[in-house]
């Protein structure tokens, strides 16, 4: 998964546009076929809050798994 995270702060006004601008850019027909030439997808029907709740289950995952292969930070 792959996205674009700003500062908290980030004014409401400001993250609707940059949703909007780049999702414009998504759906450009060959934006979708770089993308799957590098073996990916675009998202362009995520809204923010769908991202947030996937961006959470994967740092769960990840945290409970990197202790237990063996990993720590560094």
């Known amino acids: 998964m792959i996205g674009i995270i700003g500062p908290a702060a980030l004014p409401r006004h400001l993250v609707t546009r940059l949703h909007a601008d780049i999702v414009s850019v998504l759906r450009r027909p060959e934006t979708k076929t770089r993308f799957e030439r ?4 675009p998202a362009v029907e995520t809204s923010r809050d769908a991202y947030a ?7 769960e995952l990840f945290r409970k798994l990197l202790p237990e292969i063996g990993l720590k930070p560094q």
């Not at 709740?53 to 740092?59: G, I, M, N, T, V």
């Open 38 to 41: 590098l073996g990916g997808e």
């Open 53 to 59: 709740a996937q961006w959470k289950a994967e740092y």
